[in-house]
């Protein structure tokens, strides 16, 4: 048995030509998903990166592995305590163990566990392959070493490779000779300029006034990366934005045509099992924040899931379903027990044909930007936020899924009814999570009390209300400092 298993940073699926965009950035991954399961309604229990690698990795949600954010305590996995052996028996029952218990060489080819300091991340792989820049690497630093690999690796039998690239992650930095093939597309129909100038007005971090952050000045390691702009106030500038979030899924997918080339040219192709997913999305103009995944909205948590597994079903899954739900599958696909400690659901009776029911419902977090949990049910998607990030944010967020996708309009006024159903299947879920933790502590609130998400603690609150009245956002300045008064004193 042979898995490959591309990792993609921060891809949104309707940025997929398989899963419907009329942009033509992923010929490659679209070829895979011809062959194989195609998810579409998959999701991230935790976002954004560090909390959606960790539940994967230990089909746990945030809320029991204790990863929540970006900083502080809740970056850290929680530790096993007084029953941890010589080798940690959750870290032995992650997702790479179950390849490497199968017999399989495993190896991975990743900064992941760098940038985060999450070294957890490792656990199971004969080999980590680590190009030593944080995360701030493109596929062409990855890709040579990946294809050597398998020049040495690709005709044996058994082995699991991890291929982890960060091309559609800011600062977008895709080549110069690459240019921009959708400078010819239009802006995407939902962004009329009336929406742009609502646009404008946003307040709060990774605002079109201000791309990095709270300023439009990029940080130092950053600033070698001269495409990405630092404000887009003008339409065109906006689509350009868009333009450059898209030429780095088309870059990670022509270098992931690299590898499919290199199986082909194996004569493995067929034979090996290929699963292509991401971290989670990225916020494109939704709820006013560009280029950053801030949120725990719909479009922030979708992530693909591309399952080609020779020999088993083909089409697509309409089901509702988490990322933590890959360990449990694994496991069973590779005769491996089921634990106890798994939140996940396994669906490897879907990929064998048979009936395999998803989720009722899923509740989703995010606190490294924002403290919020959505709740992804029926047609609607909820969102309550509980720190807003240095935005604007009402405490009830409710949107249409399938009327405004892009999440224009909050319902949550005019349809109390739906917003107290969510709030029913999000009072049911903490409760049971809080039941099967060993823990007493939810890490969304360990967050709070830490001073709130990790990348609002840059927020120098006098200078960011001055920068509003500079870039005309008066009005907002003075909303910004009565909603954050603590960012004032002294």
């Known amino acids: 048995m042979r898995v490959l298993m591309i990792d993609i940073d921060t891809l949104r699926p309707d940025h997929l030509g398989c899963y419907g965009y009329e942009r033509e950035t992923s010929p490659c991954i679209d070829e895979i998903a011809k062959d194989g399961l195609r998810f579409n309604n998959y999701y991230c229990s935790d976002s954004p990166c560090l909390p959606s690698r960790a539940a994967l990795l230990t089909g746990r949600f945030g809320i029991h592995n204790g990863i929540a954010g970006h900083g502080g305590t809740a970056a850290d996995i929680r530790l096993t305590g007084p029953s941890r052996g010589m080798m940690d028996q959750n870290m032995m029952q992650n997702l790479f163990w179950q390849f490497r218990r199968a017999g399989m060489h495993t ?13 957890w991340f490792t656990a199971g792989l004969n080999e980590m392959h680590n190009v030593g820049k944080s995360g701030n690497e493109t596929a062409a630093d990855i890709i040579p070493g990946v294809l050597h690999w398998m020049d040495e690796h690709a005709a044996q039998d058994d082995w ?9 992650h800011t600062p977008y930095r895709t080549p110069d000779d690459m240019g921009n093939p959708f400078q010819n597309n239009p802006m995407p129909s939902w ?39 630092g404000s887009a106030t003008s339409y065109s500038q906006a689509k350009n934005l868009i333009d450059l979030y898209d030429c780095g899924i088309r870059y990670a997918d022509y270098n992931i045509s690299k590898i499919v080339s290199k199986l082909k040219q194996y004569n493995i192709y067929d034979d090996v099992i290929i699963i292509v997913t991401s971290d989670h999305g990225e916020n494109l ?52 027990p089921q634990s106890d400690l798994w939140d996940g659901k396994s669906y490897a009776d879907l990929l064998n044909g048979q009936n395999c029911d998803g989720h009722n419902y899923l509740v989703l977090t995010q606190c490294a930007h924002v403290c919020q949990r959505g709740v992804r049910f029926g047609q609607y998607y909820y969102l309550r936020t509980y720190h807003d990030g240095m935005h604007e944010f009402p405490v009830e967020m409710l949107f249409d899924l399938q009327n405004d996708f892009f999440e ?40 709070i009390r830490e001073g709130g998400p990790y990348h609002t603690l840059k927020c120098d609150g006098p200078k960011y209300a001055e920068r509003l009245k500079e870039t005309g956002r008066s009005a907002g300045a003075e909303r910004f400092r009565q909603r954050h008064q603590e960012l004032f004193k002294n």
């Open 107 to 119: 190896a991975s080819f990743s900064s992941f566990s760098e940038r985060h300091s999450a070294y």
């Open 160 to 168: 699991f490779l991890h291929v982890h690239l960060w091309d559609p």
């Open 191 to 229: 962004i009329t300029p009336e929406v742009f100038g609502e646009h404008l007005k946003h307040i709060g971090p990774h605002s079109l006034n201000e791309l990095y952050g709270f300023e439009s000045e990029a940080p130092p390691h950053w600033r070698q990366y001269k495409k990405q702009p």
């Open 285 to 336: 103009g939704e709820l006013g924040i560009y280029s950053e995944h801030g949120t725990a909205d719909n479009l922030t948590c979708r992530i693909p899931m591309i399952v080609k597994w020779p020999g088993m079903i083909t089409g697509h899954d309409d089901s509702l379903r988490y990322n933590v739900d890959l360990l449990p599958t694994v496991a069973e696909l590779l005769g491996q």
């Open 408 to 447: 224009q309009e909050n319902l949550a006024p005019e349809k109390p009814e739906i917003c107290a159903e969510a709030c029913r299947y999000l009072t049911d879920w903490e409760q049971q999570q809080m039941l099967k933790s060993h823990c007493d502590v939810d890490p969304l609130w360990t967050v």
